[in-house]
């Protein structure tokens, strides 16, 4: 068990609960940057009594806490990701995959002389598109 999930938990009295447990547990080995709806589908049979409130709610304690982050895509629903070293990510337009990218010089991107004035507390880089397996099958489909 996690003594990153119990300290955190503690400092901010939260009981440590088997579903809240079992959310923190399946995120962390997780790499599809699962939504909370697949989250809650994959840990009801186990836990019958599991809300999506529950794993919603959940999931945004641990997010606030710095032990899990948050893959914002505008205009769809919050994906999580059990990563929270700095990362960017590739997003499938069609499957809705999502590629964890590290890369050092996303990391270091220079502020756009335009954004003078604005101070900068972060930035994160999504490149959108066709994960491999997709832009096969869309070749595949045009040319039948
Ligand atoms: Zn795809
Ligand atoms: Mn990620």
Redesign the pocket.
């Known amino acids: 068990m996690s003594t990153e999930l119990k300290d955190a938990l503690r400092s901010r009295r939260i009981p440590l609960t088997h579903q809240r447990l079992a959310v923190y547990q399946l995120l962390k080995k997780s790499?599809a940057?699962p939504s909370a709806e697949t989250l809650h589908r994959q840990l009801k049979g186990r836990y019958p009594s599991l809300s999506l409130a529950t794993v919603y709610k959940t999931l945004q304690t641990f997010e606030k806490l710095g032990l899990i982050?948050l893959?914002n895509i505008p205009h769809a629903q919050a994906r999580y990701?059990?990563?929270t070293e700095r990362?960017?990510?590739a997003i499938c337009q069609s499957c809705g995959c999502?590629?964890?990218?590290f890369d050092a010089r996303l990391d270091d991107l220079p502020v756009p002389a335009a954004a003078a004035g604005f101070k900068v507390t972060s930035h994160s880089v999504h490149f959108r598109g066709l994960c491999a397996r997709c832009s096969k099958t869309s070749r595949a489909r045009r040319k039948s």
């Open positions: 790499r940057h982050s893959v990701d059990g990563i990362h960017h990510h999502i590629v964890d990218l």
